[in-house]
């Protein structure tokens, strides 16, 4: 309920205003770039923090909390001038009028820049999309937690032998670095955290299946570190079924397009994400739900609308279908366009994007992960592991995330111990779809 | 909803069964001090956790995530043999049959020991439960931080004198140590953490009230320590008032009897517990919603059941009203208890219960506290602080959540930070009442 007395007011400035949609890796770069620059800057959120995104997973497997991997925007901005942060959901844009329009109100705008990140893709599957679990915000992940935990305080109150299978059953789809990475961490759980925990469940009950589509999981990846990840995830005893496709789920049972099916109460769908699109966009522009831009990130045919990170669809040399969706492209997109739009204001000459692959890596539960740098070093094991964590800590916005999660991933090391196993809030996924919880 | 395949059965054993419920401080100790003894416990709890309310009231003010504080039941009795944790809610005892039931089965008990606690005490004052905070669960401190911040976030988007006035101000009622303690943490805010955050709002709009129906706060503790807080409080420029009795509270504005009013959306209230009866008790043993027990902490005219902690009325000679509902009485009946039922079953002579009291202590915000030794001593200020913190510290359960606490207050200490003001869950107290959110 949006009580009736707010409105979106901003002070109007003698520099001209750049709207900002969203404070993902792509907008905060952007606007912590342009500190008291030429712009008058307003940020609009729906959250009050932003999530570092590639960790969620490790909140949903009770590794970390919350407080460990997102931050408060506000504090992000701390000493900005003419600078308004503003929590409040953008809806629709008019490019005519050159407004964007919120729940409580309209905002005008000289610049706005899109960077509304991007959202789980269910592929149309209505009954997949009501019951699976997706892992794109902090409250997914604390659902999905919960759920999890009461799955097996469940299991220890039920004789019946479907049914604990299904509590015990977790099924991941997606063999991209999220559902390898989800999986891991269950593994994980199931060797070294739960039995303890639970000495009247045998583990060995507990499944942890990860369903792909494609031949092989990390297909972003060589086929080496692939298989190296496939190894990985069966030594913790998962499950990885490659070309199935899931076509439906009624909450209890995954159905797949092969016929086979897997009795679960758990599934966490990691298959793939698409653009979290604003209204008002002419569908010229939107091409698969991303919006198509020029080398500047510039909306074809709108010179004064920018679209960055994963809503934006680049298509150049470099990627002719444009950039995966993936943090590094977001940041190195708003810092760019930090320039440019410094550029644009001294009427210099913007710059074009060339994507700067930095490599990539993913983990597989405790002290295994693959990794890749762009020319040719690839390796796994226990050192891709380190370094791992190592460049995890230091992406981490802001000293006291990077303290708190390196204390957390200190502790469990040590341990092999997961301290955030606390059910704060019980999820039902047959009362509210997972993806529509709040 | 409880899936219809659940059940309620615990093996058979050849110890007599002892059921245990709640899991706070004092089931917790009882069942911690019976490891591996002549008894099969049965620990029923709603929840997973254990909770330490004494600092509840830093999770409400942003000062610490829930994983400091809560800590796994099922981690603390890892290890345990003929011992079953069970997450479900205990409704009524059948004292005649010997059991008591749930809402998934009924369970048969040899001896039974309610260590239910307190909840908060409305004291009928329907319209003040309905919209109030109440600051006894976990859920209730991250609603009630979720709601503040949310006000604040709703501040800058509002031109309405009134409603940003009540959105500024925040009420607190009941002068004793959690009263005090909220109040001096939101004051803490005001001062060292908000206005860097909110550099569009004017923090001396924010007013804290602390409102006490007697004559002055603390009234447990002696008239120095009380005047100290008192001191401490206003320093941070909160307003304390004495002898003011609450009402009503529409939402919107706080009434109170002497016809005074504070217009605010948020109403903290501390002002009184009272016990969290199970049914089926029969009228005799029930004392102002608290159990009547002998010396023993056995329940009159029923040998075979105990309560211990908050439910427990013992009026004794140290206490003819009985004992203070604190974490102390609770810790020290629960671990005489565990010696008593050892005693019945060897058939030897239990003890009788005798209070040490340790003495009592309460912070003010930042560098500011009050302790009491039992005898005599008294002193207030940073040493007490630090006194404070380090009681506080020791006293928490399990090394993980002392090393986290530790880091966050080393942290905020420093900093002049705190690091958890994130809204992850939108809080509406018109949707939702807050004492009855999951």
Do not use: C
């Given at each position: 309920?949006?009580?009736?007395?707010?409105?979106?007011?901003?002070?109007?400035?003698?520099?001209?205003?750049?709207v900002?949609?969203?404070?993902?890796?792509?907008?905060?770069?952007?606007?912590?770039?342009?500190?008291?620059?030429?712009?008058?800057?307003?940020?609009?959120?729906?959250?009050?923090?932003?999530?570092?995104?590639?960790?969620?997973?490790?909140?949903?497997?009770?590794?970390?909390?919350?407080?460990?991997?997102?931050?408060?925007?506000?504090?992000?901005?701390?000493?900005?001038?003419?600078?308004?942060?503003?929590?409040?959901?953008?809806?629709k844009v008019d490019s005519q009028l050159q407004t964007i329009s919120?729940?409580?109100?309209t905002l005008r705008y000289d610049?706005l820049?899109?960077?509304?990140?991007?959202?789980?893709?269910?592929?149309?599957?209505?009954?997949?999309?009501?019951?699976?679990?997706?892992?794109?915000?902090?409250?997914?992940?604390?659902?999905?937690?919960?759920?999890?935990?009461?799955?097996?305080?469940?299991?220890?109150?039920?004789?019946?032998?479907?049914?604990?299978?299904?509590?015990?059953?977790?099924?991941?789809?997606?063999?991209?670095?999220?559902?390898?990475?989800?999986?891991?961490?269950?593994?994980?759980?199931?060797?070294?955290?739960?039995?303890?925990?639970?000495?009247?469940?045998?583990?060995?009950?507990?499944?942890?299946?990860?369903?792909?589509?494609?031949?092989?999981?990390?297909?972003?990846?060589?086929?080496?570190?692939?298989?190296?990840?496939?190894?990985?995830?069966?030594?913790?005893?998962?499950?990885?079924?490659?070309?199935?496709?899931?076509?439906?789920?009624?909450?209890?049972?995954?159905?797949?397009?092969?016929?086979?099916?897997?009795?679960?109460?758990?599934?966490?769908?990691?298959?793939?994400?698409?653009?979290?699109?604003?209204?008002g966009?002419?569908?010229?522009?939107?091409?698969?739900?991303?919006?198509?831009?020029?080398?500047?990130?510039?909306?074809?045919?709108t010179?004064n609308i920018?679209?960055?990170?994963?809503?934006?669809?680049?298509?150049?040399?470099?990627?002719?279908?444009?950039?995966?969706?993936?943090?590094?492209?977001?940041?190195?997109?708003?810092?760019?366009?930090?320039?440019?739009?410094?550029?644009?204001?001294?009427?210099?000459?913007?710059?074009?994007?060339?994507?700067?692959?930095?490599?990539?890596?993913?983990?597989?539960?405790?002290?295994?992960?693959?990794?890749?740098?762009?020319?040719?070093?690839?390796?796994?094991?226990?050192?891709?592991?380190?370094?791992?964590?190592?460049?995890?800590?230091?992406?981490?916005?802001?000293?006291?995330?990077?303290?708190?999660?390196?204390?957390?991933?200190?502790?469990?090391?040590?341990?092999?111990?997961?301290?955030?196993?606390?059910?704060?809030?019980?999820?039902?996924?047959?009362?509210?779809?997972?993806?529509?919880?709040?």
């Amino acid at each position: 309920m949006i009580p009736d007395y707010l409105s979106l007011d901003i002070p109007d400035s003698d520099k001209p205003r750049l709207v900002i949609v969203g404070g993902g890796f792509a907008g905060l770069e952007l606007a912590r770039n342009l500190k008291n620059g030429p712009y008058q800057i307003v940020l609009l959120d729906r959250n009050n923090y932003h999530t570092f995104q590639p960790l969620l997973y490790q909140v949903a497997t009770s590794g970390l909390e919350p407080d460990s991997i997102a931050g408060p925007l506000r504090k992000a901005f701390e000493g900005f001038k003419d600078f308004y942060f503003r929590m409040v959901r953008a809806e629709k844009v008019d490019s005519q009028l050159q407004t964007i329009s919120t729940p409580i109100g309209t905002l005008r705008y000289d610049f706005l820049v899109l960077a509304s990140g991007s959202k789980t893709n269910f592929f149309g599957l209505e009954e997949v999309r009501r019951r699976a679990f997706p892992l794109k915000k902090v409250v997914h992940a604390l659902n999905l937690r919960s759920h999890i935990l009461q799955n097996f305080e469940k299991a220890v109150l039920t004789s019946d032998k479907l049914n604990h299978q299904r509590l015990m059953n977790l099924v991941v789809v997606g063999g991209g670095p999220t559902g390898v990475e989800v999986a891991g961490a269950l593994g994980e759980l199931k060797h070294h955290v739960l039995p303890s925990d639970f000495p009247d469940l045998d583990f060995s009950d507990m499944k942890v299946y990860l369903v792909e589509a494609g031949s092989r999981v990390l297909s972003a990846m060589s086929s080496k570190s692939g298989s190296n990840a496939k190894k990985y995830l069966e030594q913790y005893g998962t499950e990885v079924i490659l070309n199935a496709t899931v076509t439906g789920y009624n909450g209890e049972t995954v159905f797949m397009k092969n016929g086979q099916h897997i009795e679960s109460h758990t599934l966490i769908w990691a298959a793939g994400v698409m653009g979290d699109l604003v209204e008002g966009l002419p569908d010229l522009i939107v091409d698969k739900s991303r919006i198509l831009v020029n080398e500047y990130n510039q909306v074809i045919n709108t010179p004064n609308i920018f679209a960055i990170g994963d809503i934006a669809l680049m298509k150049n040399h470099d990627s002719p279908n444009g950039h995966p969706m993936v943090a590094q492209v977001a940041i190195q997109q708003g810092r760019l366009l930090a320039k440019n739009l410094k550029a644009l204001f001294s009427k210099s000459q913007m710059k074009a994007f060339e994507y700067n692959d930095l490599g990539s890596m993913a983990t597989v539960g405790r002290k295994k992960a693959v990794v890749e740098f762009p020319r040719g070093l690839k390796f796994g094991g226990f050192l891709a592991w380190l370094l791992w964590m190592f460049i995890h800590l230091i992406s981490l916005i802001g000293f006291r995330n990077k303290l708190v999660t390196f204390v957390n991933w200190v502790w469990s090391y040590i341990t092999y111990d997961k301290g955030n196993r606390l059910i704060i809030r019980t999820f039902d996924k047959e009362k509210t779809s997972p993806v529509e919880a709040g």
